[in-house]
């Protein structure tokens, strides 16, 4: 799935819940570290283009 609009990454959360593969892409800052804060709470995975887990702000 590709969200050009991540907001607050409901798509990420169901798109795991499915097995799925995602990119969220939002062009502001204080959404992406929203989206991320709210994501981790749900142990959504974010990983990197290699696969590696990635940790952190963004």
Known sequence: MLDF???SGTTAA???Q????FVMVDHN???IA???RQLDE???E??????DRL???P
């Open 46 to 51: 974010f990983l990197d283009a290699s696969g």
């Open 55 to 57: 940790s952190g702000e």
């Open 42 to 44: 749900q142990n959504v």
């Open 5 to 7: 609009f991540a907001g």
């Open 34 to 36: 929203t989206m991320r």
């Open 14 to 16: 169901v798109a795991q």
């Open 18 to 21: 499915l097995h799925r593969r």
């Open 29 to 31: 800052a204080e959404a």
